[in-house]
Nanobody, 117 residues
Framework: VQLVESGGDLVQAGGSLRLSCVVS????????VGWFRQAPGKEREGVSC????????YYADSVKGRFTISRDDAKNTVYLQMNSLKPEDTAVYYC???????????WGQGTQVTVSS
């Protein structure tokens, strides 16, 4: 299983980005996909996730109301729409895929998001 992220960029505060993650193959009947991020000097943080069996997504408090996770099963792709970006959103964003309850069996290589003030 390979995960390939794209969409990271440099953007001004208040701007938007959409991250994409293509999952090469879905191997679990019930699975979860999500996004983590890690800023320099900080611990990795769970940002958002959604499972195949429950379309109710999870969002970290820090991104609620600004970020939206979605998936296109026909394209094996999960998206993270990020609006009203803040400098504190600056981080490397990682896509994950795995079993429900585990989530992070597989990781992407990460994509850099930089938000300037």
């Amino acid at each position: 299983v390979q995960l390939v992220e794209s969409g990271g960029d440099l953007v001004q505060a208040g701007g938007s980005l959409r991250l994409s993650c293509v999952v090469s193959v879905f191997t679990f009947e019930d699975y979860a996909v999500g996004w983590f991020r890690q800023a320099p000097g900080k611990e990795r943080e769970g940002v958002s996730c959604v499972s195949s069996s429950d379309d109710t997504p999870y969002y970290a408090d820090s991104v609620k109301g600004r970020f939206t996770i979605s998936r296109d099963d026909a394209k094996n792709t999960v998206y993270l729409q990020m609006n009203s970006l803040k400098p504190e959103d600056t981080a490397v964003y990682y896509c994950t895929y795995g079993r429900v309850g585990v989530l992070s069996d597989y990781w992407g290589q990460g994509t850099q998001v930089t938000v300037s003030s």
